[in-house]
């Protein structure tokens, strides 16, 4: 069983900072991708920020030069620093690894989401 558990979700004001981290549980598989996707209410689930195994990173337009995603490949654990927040970043941020190989075939994995609410 492999699980994403997040955490570092919280209440910031406008231009605070947080860290969200995911780690990947269980045994015997393989991470390449790992990713940050956000939904607003009401909204679609959009792509925040990806990373590969080898470090190369993606990010929406929305928050580049204001967030940072980063992973620590022996800990399975992808990093999203989030600086000079917005009341519009406000959203459930899911953890996602498109590509995490288990049991013999490459799955799509979701984390459960952690709210992230910016005050204005």
């Known amino acids: 069983q492999v699980q994403l558990v997040e955490s570092g979700g919280g209440l910031v004001q406008a231009g605070g900072s947080l860290r969200l981290s995911c780690a990947a549980s269980?045994?015997?598989?393989?991470?390449?991708?790992m990713g940050w996707y956000r939904q607003a209410p009401g909204k679609q689930r959009d792509l925040v920020a990806v990373?590969?195994?080898?470090?190369?990173?993606n990010y929406a337009d929305t928050v580049k030069g204001r967030f940072t995603i980063s992973r620590d490949n022996a800990k399975k654990t992808v990093y999203l620093q989030m600086n000079s927040l917005k009341p519009e970043d406000t959203a459930v941020y899911y953890c996602?690894?498109?590509?995490?190989?288990?049991?013999?075939?490459?799955?799509?994995?979701w984390g459960q989401g952690t709210q992230v609410t910016v005050s204005s």
């Open positions: 269980g045994s015997a598989f393989s991470i390449n991708t």
């Open positions: 990373i590969t195994r080898g470090g190369i990173t």
């Open positions: 996602n690894a498109p590509d995490l190989f288990y049991s013999g075939s490459y799955k799509n994995y």
